[in-house]
Every structure is written in C-alpha cells, then in structure tokens.
C-alpha cells in the first residue's frame, strides 16, 4: 500500500452510542486489512483482519469492519460503544504482489474517547 | 501459545549514553521480527525486521541498530542516544508477512 489513512485522530463518543472509525488506504494490488487497538502503554493488540471471503469481519468484543474494494476502505464499526473500548485503534495494510506479501503500513492511529 | 517479551519496561538514558533494548519470542520457529518506535503523534515507524538470523533490514537511517543472535531474539541497540531517540519502542513478530503479534513495549526516555 501506498499508504493507510486513519480520518480521524480523535473520536470522542458517549457510552452507548455507535461509533465509526474510519481507514482508507491506496493500493493497486490485492491487500490483507487489519485492525489493532492499543491501550494505554501497552502494545497492539490484534482486533481484527480481513484476508479473503466475507467482506465483513468481526471481533469477540462486539466490533466489525467491513471491506470495501472500490472505495479501498475497511472501516470499524461498532453499535454501542462501552467506556473500556477507550483506546487507540490502528489500520494497518499488507500488500500481496509477485506471490509475496509485504510488511504491515500502519495509518497514525484514531483515539477512541468514550464518556460516560 | 506463543509468548513474547521485552525489557526492560522503562528507561530513562541521558543523552549520549548507550541503548540495548531486547525482545524474544517463545513458542514458534522461525518467525520473523521487528521493532518499531512511537514518538508522541506520529504513530508507528517501521525501524527494522529480520528473517532470520543474522538477517537484518533497516527502513529509516538512524543511530539505531538491531541484530539477531538466536532465532527467538532480537536486540535494539544505539551506541549514543538522541534526545529525538525518545518513545515507546515495540517489538513484534509475525509467521510470514501477515499478522504481527506484539510485546508489551518498553518506554524510553532520553534526558
């Protein structure tokens, strides 16, 4: 990928309501997508991936994304959001070509603020 | 399951000073291994992987250098630190070139 885009560096969002982030990336060849979320002064933790089949994936903690090829975006989705889900959320792209697939590109992150 | 991990957790280096930062991995072969720096609002760079022992790919020129003694290990180190070298540094690894797994992190402060 050319690059990975995260829209928003900041979400502030009330407990209860849905919530969107947002990843757009550029590429011209097929790509693997995933989503990780970091706490504070923890590592990344994998949330979810797209590899192939259906274009939407889910995660155990009630999050989903869904992969759209013409629009080149996997956004993340989740219909209530719990104050635990405060957290950094990281897109991050790997490229297949030459039968070879490339090293994760990573967006700059989207700070998810739930408020009670 | 696969473990990994990496000490020490925090640092705090005067400038000038030497760096070894070190990452290893348990349960798994063969995997590959890399470490990435957090500077404040500047998300994840890519610093270095490795394939392998003794294989090492650097994608930013720096003062930071990383080498792989053992399958399992993989070392960050600097000769003379930066103030700029400050962050949180991550350590991953991954089978192929699919999804990383990573460490816990360690913070490090250059004063």
């Known amino acids: 990928a050319q690059s990975v885009t995260q829209l928003d560096s900041q979400v502030p969002v009330f407990e209860e309501a849905p919530v969107e982030l947002r990843c757009n990336y550029s590429?011209?060849?097929?790509?693997?997508l995933f989503w990780y979320v970091q706490y504070p002064n923890q590592g990344l933790q994998l949330l979810l991936k797209?590899?192939?089949?259906?274009?939407l994936v889910e995660s155990i903690n009630g999050f989903e994304a869904e992969f759209n090829k013409s629009q080149t975006s996997f956004h993340l989705r989740k219909p209530s959001v719990h104050i635990s889900d405060t957290a950094e959320y990281f897109c991050?792209?790997?490229?297949?070509?030459?039968?070879?697939?490339?090293?994760?590109?990573f967006g700059k992150g989207t700070k998810l603020s739930v408020k009670p | 399951s696969q473990t990994i991990h990496q000490w020490p957790a925090t640092l705090v280096q005067p400038v000038g000073s030497p760096l070894s930062l070190e990452c290893t991995v348990e349960g798994t072969s063969n995997p590959n291994l890399y470490w990435y720096r957090q500077a404040a609002g500047r998300g994840l760079q890519l610093l270095f992987y490795?394939?392998?022992?003794?294989?090492i790919s650097s994608e930013v020129p720096q003062n930071l250098s990383a080498s792989r003694p053992q399958d399992w290990q993989f070392i960050l180190s600097s000769k003379k630190l930066l103030l700029s070298d400050s962050g949180f540094y991550l350590c991953?690894?991954?089978?192929?070139?699919?999804?990383?797994?990573f460490g816990p992190g360690t913070r490090l402060t250059v004063t």
């Open positions: 991953a690894w991954s089978l192929g070139a699919g999804e990383q797994y």
């Open positions: 490795s394939v392998g022992i003794g294989q």
């Open positions: 590429s011209s060849v097929s790509v693997y």
């Open positions: 991050a792209v790997s490229e297949w070509y030459g039968g070879s697939q490339g090293n994760l590109i």
């Open positions: 797209y590899l192939s089949g259906s274009t």
